[in-house]
């Protein structure tokens, strides 16, 4: 199996800071062979730059993943959309040459050239794959006795033909590798349903955007749990400044604390919640920290 | 936008192309009934794949835009059809007809002037620095040449001049 290479795409070193350092110190905690992407850029986006235009779509996809198949390593991504995009752009390459020969055309003028010979790997199907939930359970030093939501998000697992992770109508892996952390995961109803973020629907459609939101918001209330858990920087977004953006529109408040799993296996593999960006600045997330801290 | 010169036959034969597994519909509802979207928009994807292939009006539906690519329509669909695909496929060419939401206008800028749809700021500067982590990411916020290969790729693309004529001329499909 080759190395890989973090791909870190807009929104994690941007935005949320934080899933970047927890991802930094889970791989190296885990002893997985990583190293920097440098001079990557947006993936890009699947929803908006793929709708608007296929070529430029996949062109610059091609780039980030030749900075990838220069290391010789594979490419590690730590959100859905990005994902989506390497991972089917990658496929794309590797399936059909007039692509790959229309892509490199343009490639020709940076100098550089895909292959075609790398993969493309997403953290939650990398750790689950590579890893499996008991030897991630054997690296725990601190048991999370928590109630958790866990939000797939729809790219990780769909099109599932492309996939290849099972069905998405109720799958089972992302659920065991936060039950092997110690905490338990809750069923909801619509669980699967999508945050409402993607396709770019949140950009040119807020408060659409923000009611599909507010309705899974809904349900994990419901089942009273501690946090929500996942796996895509862009869900991540909506399902927490969302609550915020929420709140400003209809005064419905919420106050569920949200992580990335790479945060929520940071902090069980025992890094402090500061290193891990969880209480940076996110006041609902005081809660969890309490209910930690009181668990010690 | 709704100059009429941007839909001509060319653009019809491109829908045709990009739908013709949407003949496959039977219309039995259960991709309107397995889309979130629908529950708070007036999406209704039914429709549109009843429409695709046979109307450039679809290029004006607001709906087309409301979709936020979840697949559960795709996936559920007793015939196979790939709606989404082919639904990404008609976003395509309506954006090649002139049609781009001023919203999704400015993300494009953002990519073309920094490489990223959501670029860094002061305010993450400063978080990236009290975490530990560099002020700036290891991505072409950092490097700068690796920057400019982005911005001669969306030129030779093409996307700076499609992003820069959409909502303006409403020209014909070039592409
Ligand atoms: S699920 Fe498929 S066959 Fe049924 S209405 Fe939708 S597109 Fe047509």
């Not at chain 1, 499996?132 to 033909?161: F, M």
């Not at chain 1, 909801?188 to 770019?200: I, S, V």
């Not at chain 1, 992580?259 to 997330?285: C, R, S, V, W």
């Amino acid at each position: 199996m080759k190395g890989l290479s973090l791909f870190l795409g807009c929104l994690v070193p941007n935005r949320y800071p934080g899933i970047e350092m927890a991802t930094k110190l889970c791989l190296a905690k885990l002893d997985i062979d990583c190293v920097d992407l440098e001079g990557a850029s947006c993936c890009p986006a699947p929803g908006v730059f793929r709708s608007f235009d296929r070529t430029t779509w996949l062109t610059l996809a091609s780039r980030n993943i030749v900075l990838s198949e220069q290391k010789d390593r594979d490419m590690l991504t730590i959100c859905n959309g990005c994902f989506s995009t390497l991972e089917d752009a990658n496929r794309s390459i590797k399936e059909d040459e007039e692509s790959k020969e229309d892509v490199n055309r343009h490639l020709e003028k940076i100098g550089r050239e895909i292959r075609g010979d790398i993969n493309v790997r997403h953290i939650i199907e990398y750790l689950y794959q590579e890893y499996g939930p008991e030897k991630i359970a054997s690296y725990v030093e601190r048991q999370l006795n928590i109630r958790v939501a866990v939000h797939y998000g729809c790219h990780l697992i769909k099109p599932t033909k492309d996939r290849g992770l099972g069905s998405f109508e109720r799958p089972a892996f992302f659920d065991e590798l936060v039950t092997a952390l110690g905490a338990s995961s809750v069923e909801y109803p619509d669980k699967m349903a999508c945050c409402g973020a993607g396709g770019g629907v949140r950009s040119a459609m807020k408060d659409r955007s923000l009611g599909m939101t507010e309705a899974k918001l809904a349900r994990i209330e419901e089942t009273g749990v501690d946090c929500i858990v996942n796996s895509c920087p862009f869900c991540h977004m909506q399902l927490d400044a969302g609550q915020t953006e929420i709140k400003e529109k209809n005064g419905a408040e919420f106050n569920i604390p949200v992580l990335h799993y790479t945060q929520l296996l940071g902090l069980a593999l025992g890094f402090p919640a500061e290193m891990l960006g969880i209480d940076t600045g996110i006041e609902k997330n005081r809660k969890l920290m309490d209910l930690l801290d009181s668990q010690v | 936008m709704d100059d009429k010169n941007a839909t001509g036959k060319d653009t019809l034969d491109k829908l045709t192309e990009v739908s013709t597994d949407a003949l496959k519909c039977m219309q039995c509802g259960i991709c309107s009934s397995s889309c979130p979207s629908g529950r708070h928009t007036s999406l209704n994807i039914r429709k549109l794949v009843k429409m695709a292939g046979k109307t450039t009006d679809i290029l004006d539906s607001a709906e087309l835009w409301m979709c936020t690519t979840c697949y559960n329509c795709q996936e559920r669909c007793p015939r196979g059809i790939d709606i989404v695909e082919i639904l990404l496929d008609i976003r395509a060419i309506s954006a090649h007809n002139g049609r781009i939401l001023p919203e999704h206008k400015e993300v494009c800028a953002m990519l073309i002037e920094h490489g990223h749809a959501v670029p860094i700021n002061e305010e993450n500067k400063m978080k990236r620095t009290g975490i530990g982590l560099e002020e700036l990411p290891e991505t072409v916020h950092k490097y700068k040449d690796e920057l400019e290969e982005v911005k001669v790729l969306l030129s030779s693309c093409g996307f700076e001049e499609l992003v820069m004529q959409a909502g303006i001329s409403g020209k014909e499909d070039s592409a």
